[in-house]
Each structure stands twice: as structure tokens, then as C-alpha cells.
């Protein structure tokens, strides 16, 4: 059974349908070619022809006959001329020109004959000739005869038809060639993404296309899908990452909890110890279900999917709302608080999510500032190449330089706050916030002190 | 955003067995106001174990509860019955809660709905009060936190007229002019204290945890790590009840607070 398979291919229908194109056009040169050249040559034959019988005539309409004869003989005896001529009696017998005798063929209706010359005046060759002529019949019954040898022309033809022929010939060659190339070379390509995205399905996740870097719109292809998957890898390694974090950080209190309540089980006598237990479990789990509640949030900022539902943020009323709800507690711990307002920038972002990295961090301004010590909330409009800025400044001890990136990681606390509360996860939640907003976190040294800022990308102008 | 998780925030004890420290326990206590405090609640859960701990928990509480295991039977329930508060899971076999409520308003019923869900993101929960709900809770959740906001749904319900003054015992609060008075006496409140109040005294007899106040008077559902409510509801306190006899604005342990006469 024949394999078809290569005429199914896109490759093979593709070169086809080149080679075809390819062809039909360069039959239409090659006719007009034709038509220029040897169709050319045939009209200037015949008027040629036109023109020799013009001027007969004038030398016949003046000096008649003899003129007529003599004309012919001067223009018969100049060498190698392919013009014919041939004066004859009404007999036929030849009076004057180059042919010997009169042609024995019969004229159409408009007076044109073709034949053949057996020895042909001054050819090169010598041999059989065809011609073409017009007879006229003179009065007195006298004929004439006006020609051309055809034979040069013939020739000519035949080489262009030959020339033609070739030309026709190298272009189906060289179309075929150029089509199986040109849709080779595209195939070529797509196959190559083909064979990747299966790699990629079965398992090779790192694989990307190549990009041939000529901007074509197979590149812009390959680079669109090598995009998605840098996106979707992007996800998966979120996505492993909070997995881990998960295991690894909600393990350990979660094995204290159990262990917790076995030990109860096995010690607890009265009501109370029970009761003491299981208060202490439901706080241990409310802990846990705060860890999982900040990871998810996390989580959720990360994948940036919230960007579609992006609404306009006042910064200013945020830190206005954030202030009235934190300035009590601040003044409750002894601290100071300021928020200093000094313009009304509005970004682009989800109000929730921003109010909860505002709060993350003055809760930690909060906590590791010493009483009589100042929290300021600042918000600035945009200056020169920063957008938008919001920061919360206090005057605790602040973070060396080396640790603020480390800060920003899951469950990363410094040595000096192990003992107050917290989850580690407050500033991966505001740097999660701010990435998803386009946003950079900013840690300085406050002297004393820290202060974190949000610097919102420059807002295009409306 | 794990915005239901009352009981962590301020670092108390998280809501503990049902009813623990409520005002209410079977008693009566607590003072009539507009309706009897029994309410008639159905709850739309698929996961039996869920369910029976919520209908046990409502209905030691003294409140009537019915049981639709399915959003077809919960459908069927909620258009044929009058209840006062419905309490719906977002996700259920064969419907969406989401549909469920969407269809009940659609035929318009009223009755307050709140949602429960485990998925707790902002666009979940901006979709679920989309659909037609009035409350959301994600799961998982302190029963004090649900029962709080069930009650807080159910007296919106009886107390939807629209009312210029608000009365509790001898606090009275004209909230055309923005003044407040205890025993006839003036009392200044900041702007947002007033609101406090209002929100308190809106829900009075009832209990009001930390999220429902900082979601219905700061428009802000998430888990401030420091006690800020705390504080705010403690300023307020100062100004209600230090210079009276006897105090209205109480402590729930491991709940909220409760303003009652």
C-alpha cells in the first residue's frame, strides 16, 4: 500500500500550491516573451515586405515596365540581401530578380504565397529556403513577385521557442526546489515547536522554543509561548513554594498541638485541666489558621490574577482611614503617631489588599517601637521618576542593611523579635502586595529607626 | 483575606464552645427589642459533620434551625418557607451557592443570606455580596464569630426602617444633629467613636466581633495583628461609662463586645 502520508503534509501542499502559482506566472511571461520577440519579427517581415511593394509601385506608376525591371535588377544584385524579387512573363517565364523561377504555389486571396527556394540568393548555406511572398499580376498579364526568405526568421523563432522551452523547464525545477525549501524551512520551524511543546508535556518543563531572532511572526509565536510558560512556571514555583512552606512551617505546630492533646489525654484528671487544654488548642489552631490565612493572601497576591479587578486607590484616604484606625492603639503603647499628607495621589490597585500591607506594617512599627518613640505615616505624590509613595517610619531599632532582603522571605525573623509575636509573615505579605502593584518596597535606616515605602509606578497620564 | 477569623484577632482566646460567656444561655436576660430573639434559620450545608455542629450550635443558642443537605432541597426550602436569616455554602453538589442566592433574589426574596465559604480571597468575597448576599464567612470560622453576624443579620432584618434617633436605657443618640447624650447628659464623640457607637447601638443586645466592627465601620475585612478595635472600643467606653453606675458596653470573652442596657 503506498505511504500518503508525505502528500498529507502541509509541507508537500504548501510546495505545491507554490510551484503551481510559480508556474502560471512564468507562463504568462514566457508568452508575452514570445510575443515581443518572434511575433515581432513576423509583423516587421511583412512590412518590410509592404515597404518594397510601396516604392515598385512609385518606380512603375512613373516609368512603367523597363523602370520596373531595372529597379529589380539594381536591388536583386545587392549582396546578401533576404529580400526576393521576380519579374515574369505572363508566361511565368522569369524577366528579372534573384529567384530563377516562379514559385509553383497558389496565392491566397490577398495575394500571399509561401515556398519553398532550393538555392536561395547568396545564402549562407545553400540549401532549401522557406519564403514568403505577395504576387501581383501587372497590366499586360507581366507578374511580380515581392518576398522575404523566412529562413533567418524561422531560425530565430526556433530559438526563442527553444529558449523558452528550457526556461519553462528550469522553472519547474527550481520552483519545486524553492517550494520544498520555503515551506521546508517554515515547517521546519513549527515542527521544531511541535517537538518542544511535547517535550514540555512530558515533563521537561524547562524546555523553551528557539527563536530564530528575525521578528517574524513564527518568532513572535515562539516568543509568546515561551512567555505563557515562563508565566506558568512562575505560578508552579509560587504555587511549590507555598506547598513547602506549608509543610514545612504549619508541621511543627501542628505537631505540638497533637502532642499537646495526647498529653492531656493521658494526664488530665478534672474538668479544668480539660478545659485549660482545649482553650489552648483552639488558640494554637486560630495560630495556625493565621499562618495559613497569610500564606494564602500571599499566595493570592503573587499569581496576580487580582490585576483584573484593579479600581482606583486614593493613597491619601487610605492613610487617612489607616491612621484613625491605628493612631489610639499607638497612643495607648506610648508612641507618637503622625501622618503627614503632603498630596493626594491615586493609584491603580485593590484597596483590601493595600490596607492590609499599610496595616502589616504599622503593626510592626507598632510592636518593636519603644514607648515615647514616634510612628509617622507618610504619603507622597509623585516626584520626578517616582511615582506615588507611601511609608510607614518609626523610631525602633530599625534593620541592619544586610537583613532587608532577608526580611522579606516567609517566615524569616530576626534573632532580636523571636520573643515578641508574630508569624514571619507580615513583610512577604506587603512585599507580595507592592510586586503585585508594580510597587517597590524600600527599607531605609530612619536614624534612628526604620522606614518602609511604597513607591508606586508613574501612573500614565490620562 | 481570613477576615472571619474573629477569635485571633487581639490575641484573646479564640471563640470557645458555644455560648461561652453569652449573655443570653436560656435566660432571660436580655432585653426584648423588636423581636423575641429566637430566630428561624435555615442553613444550606452539604457536609453533614458541618452541619449538624452549626444546627447544634444555633440551636442552643434558642434559635429554630432546618437543614438542606443539598442546593436543591435548600432552593426548594428557602422559597416555600419563611426564614429569617439563611446560612449558605458557597460550594454545594449540584448548585453553587451562589446560583441558590442569585435565584432567590431573582424571585425576590428578601431574607438576609450569609455566606459561607472557604474560599476566602477579596474577589470571592466581592462576589458572593455581588450575587445577593449580606454577609460572607470563610471558613474555617470561631461559632461565636457565625452566630454573631447571624443575629446582626436577622436584627437588620426587623430593624430596616430608617430611624433618625436611636435609644438604649438612658444612652440616646439623634444621629440627624450627631449628638449623643447618656442620662441626659451631652457626651462628645470624634466622628468615628459616633460611628462605633451607632454600629453598637444599631446591634444592641447583640454580640459584635472585631472583624464586624472593623468591616461595617472601617469598610476593612483583614486581620490587624495588634488589638487597634480593642483600643478604640476602650476610648469609647471611657467616654459611654466611666461616669455612670453601671457599665453598657461589655466584654464578650473570646467574641466581641455587646452594648446592652
Request: glycine share 10%; with cysteine.
Amino acid at each position: 500500500m503506498p505511504d500518503f502520508a508525505l502528500l498529507r503534509t502541509t509541507t508537500f501542499r504548501v510546495a505545491l500550491l507554490y510551484l503551481g502559482l510559480f508556474l502560471a506566472s512564468v507562463l504568462v511571461i514566457l508568452v508575452l516573451i514570445y510575443w515581443f520577440t518572434a511575433g515581432f519579427i513576423e509583423r516587421q517581415t511583412d512590412e518590410t515586405i509592404a515597404a518594397e511593394i510601396a516604392g515598385l509601385r512609385e518606380q512603375y506608376r512613373q516609368r512603367r515596365l523597363p523602370g520596373l525591371i531595372e529597379v529589380v535588377k539594381s536591388r536583386s544584385a545587392v549582396p546578401r540581401t533576404s529580400t526576393l524579387y521576380l519579374v515574369a512573363t505572363p508566361t511565368f517565364t522569369p524577366l528579372a530578380g534573384n529567384l530563377s523561377d516562379w514559385p509553383d504555389a497558389e496565392p491566397d486571396p490577398e495575394g500571399w504565397i509561401e515556398f519553398e527556394i532550393a538555392d536561395a540568393p547568396e545564402a549562407p548555406d545553400g540549401g532549401s529556403h522557406d519564403a514568403r511572398a505577395v504576387v501581383f499580376t501587372l497590366p499586360g498579364g507581366y507578374h511580380l513577385l515581392v518576398g522575404r526568405d523566412t529562413m533567418e526568421r524561422r531560425h530565430f523563432q526556433e530559438r526563442v521557442l527553444i529558449s523558452l522551452a528550457w526556461a519553462l523547464l528550469l522553472t519547474v525545477g527550481l520552483g519545486a526546489a524553492g517550494g520544498v525549501l520555503i515551506s521546508r524551512n517554515v515547517m521546519h520551524r513549527i515542527d521544531a515547536i511541535n517537538r518542544t511543546t511535547r517535550q514540555i508535556m512530558s515533563g521537561a518543563l524547562q524546555e523553551r522554543m528557539a527563536v530564530a531572532n528575525n521578528g517574524d511572526e513564527l518568532d513572535q509565536l515562539a516568543g509568546n509561548l515561551n512567555a505563557m510558560l515562563d508565566q506558568i512556571e512562575h505560578l508552579m514555583v509560587g504555587m511549590r513554594q507555598v506547598t513547602d512552606s506549608v509543610a514545612h512551617d504549619l508541621r511543627t505546630p501542628l505537631t505540638r498541638l497533637r502532642s499537646r492533646l495526647e498529653i492531656t489525654l493521658v494526664e488530665a484528671a478534672t474538668e479544668d485541666e480539660y478545659r485549660a487544654a482545649i482553650q489552648e488548642a483552639i488558640s494554637e489552631a486560630d495560630r495556625l489558621l493565621g499562618i495559613f490565612g497569610a500564606l494564602l493572601s500571599i499566595a493570592e497576591a503573587e499569581a496576580g490574577t487580582m490585576q483584573r479587578s484593579f479600581q482606583k486607590v486614593s493613597l491619601s484616604d487610605l492613610a487617612r482611614l489607616m491612621a484613625d484606625l491605628y493612631e489610639p492603639a499607638a497612643e495607648e503603647s506610648g508612641l507618637g503617631f503622625v501622618s503627614d499628607i503632603r498630596a493626594e495621589p491615586v493609584v491603580l490597585g485593590n484597596q483590601q489588599l493595600l490596607a492590609q500591607a499599610i496595616a502589616n506594617l504599622l503593626d510592626n512599627a507598632l510592636k518593636y517601637t519603644p514607648a515615647e518613640g514616634c510612628v509617622t505615616l507618610t504619603v507622597k505624590g509623585p516626584e520626578g521618576e517616582r511615582g506615588a509613595c507611601i511609608s510607614v517610619a518609626d523610631t525602633g531599632p530599625g534593620i541592619p542593611a544586610e537583613q532587608r532582603e532577608s526580611v522579606l522571605r516567609r517566615f524569616i525573623r530576626l534573632e532580636a523579635s523571636r520573643s515578641s509575636p508574630g508569624n514571619g509573615l507580615g513583610l512577604s505579605l506587603v512585599d507580595a502586595v507592592a510586586r503585585l502593584h508594580g510597587a517597590r518596597l524600600e527599607m531605609d535606616d530612619n536614624g534612628p529607626g526604620l522606614i518602609v515605602s511604597l513607591v508606586f509606578p508613574r501612573m500614565a497620564p490620562e | 483575606m481570613s477576615g472571619g477569623m474573629g477569635g485571633n484577632v487581639g490575641g484573646g482566646n479564640a471563640g470557645g464552645g458555644f455560648g461561652d460567656g453569652r449573655p443570653r444561655e436560656g435566660s432571660g436576660d436580655r432585653p426584648f427589642f423588636g423581636y423575641d430573639g429566637a430566630m428561624k434559620i435555615l442553613v444550606i450545608e452539604d457536609d453533614a459533620q458541618a452541619a449538624a455542629y452549626l444546627v447544634k450550635g444555633l440551636k442552643e443558642s434558642g434559635h429554630v434551625v432546618d437543614h438542606a443537605a443539598d442546593g436543591k432541597d435548600g432552593l426548594f426550602m428557602a422559597g416555600s418557607e419563611n426564614y429569617d436569616v439563611l446560612i449558605v455554602d458557597r460550594m454545594l453538589p449540584g448548585r453553587d451557592g451562589l446560583a441558590i442566592v442569585e435565584i432567590l433574589r431573582g424571585a425576590g426574596t428578601e431574607t438576609p443570606v450569609l455566606f459561607l465559604s472557604a474560599l476566602g480571597s477579596v474577589d470571592d468575597r466581592v462576589r458572593g455580596l455581588r450575587a445577593g448576599g449580606d454577609d460572607y464567612l470563610t471558613k474555617p470560622y470561631a461559632f461565636s464569630e457565625l452566630l454573631a453576624r447571624v443575629e446582626a443579620l436577622g436584627r437588620r432584618k426587623s430593624a430596616a426602617v430608617t430611624t433618625t434617633r436611636l435609644q438604649v436605657g438612658d444612652l440616646e443618640m439623634d444621629l440627624l444633629a450627631r449628638k449623643v447624650k447618656r442620662a441626659g447628659k451631652q457626651i462628645d464623640l470624634l466622628p468615628r467613636e459616633f460611628r462605633l457607637l451607632e454600629y453598637l447601638m444599631r446591634h444592641e443586645g447583640n454580640v459584635v466581633t472585631r472583624t464586624m466592627l472593623l468591616e461595617n465601620v472601617w469598610d476593612y475585612h483583614f486581620d490587624p495583628q495588634t488589638n487597634v478595635i480593642d483600643v478604640h472600643v476602650a476610648r469609647l467606653r471611657q467616654k459611654i461609662d466611666r461616669e455612670f453606675p453601671t457599665p453598657m458596653i461589655h466584654t464578650v470573652r473570646g467574641a466581641g463586645y455587646c452594648l446592652r442596657a
